[in-house]
């Protein structure tokens, strides 16, 4: 018997249907002979729904209050569902995040899990309950409702599996796994049969929208095998998983886009010690995720810092910006919301040189300007105008060899690309 937590979003629950199909697979799981803990997301769409309520009210929020209606959905998800798996003779019991503790700080909107108690969950599992929890919420230290941000499910479901010592987490969405990359954009993208986490932390983190980036970095802490497979098929999915030999041998393994950034340009900044740390320090303090940088070199004692945030905090980081640009003497601040971010990722990088300027001269070729660029061991990410996100994809695609019908032939690709032969 294994204990195996399984998690369906939105779209897997977009209607009672589909909520009567999660709980037949939920069912047939725990026939199988496992112990069975469902996470589930709002209905498609609700959580969208409950914002533009909060946005006729006031455009100013409070944090504590939109956690409260927000985290309404997945409640009423959860009891649709335990009701679905009643309704065909299962024996299921559903719960909020704080009815089993989920932990978190106090950072509404985008709180982090401190901790989960899951003497509840246990107990229910050996009166053979199929154990329903509200996923994307949690309960802070006062007993606030907080809520875990933007696919915020997929953590609560890695988190519980890492707190129960489950055998395994699958994530159930409206894909069938992890492709090179998006397969609306490139028909050719190659479904992967496995993954690193480190390289699904990286795709997570550079924009692709199957997993959520907290879940990755607590499945990679905690060894969490972690599936990620379709609700409306049987196929087998995607498993991300401990890193072996085999998968450096593939030097990219997936690109990624990211159009939900913004850039601003702080100009004519003061060259000395202390400013940068003003500026991001009061970015910090509002807890606004900065995520690439780029400062010129300096040019008669002054300089330009440019950095991107995510769109969502766009318009708040502009105003801050501005008030600290007049109190450093800075003699400007210009913005750019048409931006995007277009990465390609493969822990194959590590022993290969010549990758970032393969793809600079992938991007050159199709007069694409690259305004910024960020890079780790195993990313290269580039900052483009939002308009050439889809050639840029479709280009880097086709030639690290991914529209291969196999990883050993992208491999061969690959390998041709470097050495600057023809593909």
């Not at 409206?174 to 090179?180: A, L, M, P, R």
């Not at 440019?306 to 400007?332: M, Q, R």
């Not at 061991?377 to 479709?394: D, F, M, N, Q």
């Not at 030639?399 to 390998?415: I, K, N, P, R, Y």
């Amino acid at each position: 018997m294994a204990l195996i937590v399984q998690k369906y979003g939105g779209t897997s629950v977009g209607d009672t249907e589909r909520m009567k199909n999660v709980a037949r697979r939920c069912i047939a799981a725990q026939k199988a002979g496992h112990d069975v803990v469902v996470v589930v997301s709002a209905m498609s769409g609700e959580t969208n729904r409950l914002l533009k309520l909060v946005a006729q009210i006031t455009d100013r929020p409070s944090e504590r209050e939109q956690d409260v209606v927000v985290a309404t959905g997945e409640q009423v998800s959860i009891g649709l569902v335990a009701m679905a798996i009643h309704a065909q003779r299962g024996k299921a019991t559903s719960f909020m995040g704080h009815q089993v503790r989920i932990l978190t700080d106090s950072t509404h909107a985008k709180a982090r899990i401190k901790s989960i108690d899951g003497e509840r969950i246990h107990a229910a599992l050996k009166k053979k309950q199929i154990v329903v929890v509200a996923g994307f919420q949690g309960v802070d230290e006062a007993g606030n409702i907080t809520t875990l941000g933007r696919g915020g499910s997929d953590t609560t479901a890695v988190a519980l599996a890492a707190a129960l010592k489950a055998d395994a987490c699958e994530i159930y969405t409206d894909v069938d796994g992890v492709y090179t990359t998006d397969p609306n954009v490139v028909p050719a993208a190659r479904k992967l049969e496995r993954i690193s986490y480190e390289e699904m932390l990286e795709l997570a983190s550079v924009g692709a929208k199957v997993l959520q980036i907290r879940s990755v970095e607590f499945a990679m802490k905690y060894k969490v095998p972690l599936w990620v497979k379709s609700s409306f098929t049987q196929d087998p999915g995607t498993l991300v998983c401990e890193e072996d030999k085999s998968m450096e041998e593939v030097l990219v393994s997936g690109i990624a886009y990211d159009k939900n950034e913004a850039k601003i340009t702080v100009w004519g900044v003061p060259d000395t010690p202390g400013v940068a740390a003003k500026v991001f320090g009061a970015l910090d303090d509002k807890n606004i995720v900065v995520d690439l940088i780029v400062q010129n070199a300096s040019k008669d004692g002054r300089t330009d810092l440019s950095f991107t945030v995510g769109k969502s905090d766009f318009v708040k980081a502009s105003e801050l910006v501005k008030k600290v640009a007049k109190s450093i003497k800075a003699e400007g601040v210009a913005v750019d919301d048409q931006i995007a971010k277009v990465s390609i990722v493969g822990v194959g990088m590590r022993n290969h040189s010549g990758v970032a300027a393969r793809m600079f001269q992938i991007l050159s070729k199709e007069g694409i300007n690259i305004q910024m660029i960020s890079t780790s061991e195993i990313k290269v990410s580039c900052v483009v105008h939002a308009k050439y996100t889809e050639l840029a994809v479709r280009a880097l695609h086709t030639a690290f060899g991914l529209d291969a019908v196999s990883a050993s032939e992208a491999t061969v690709s690959e390998a041709k690309a470097l050495k600057g032969e023809k593909v």
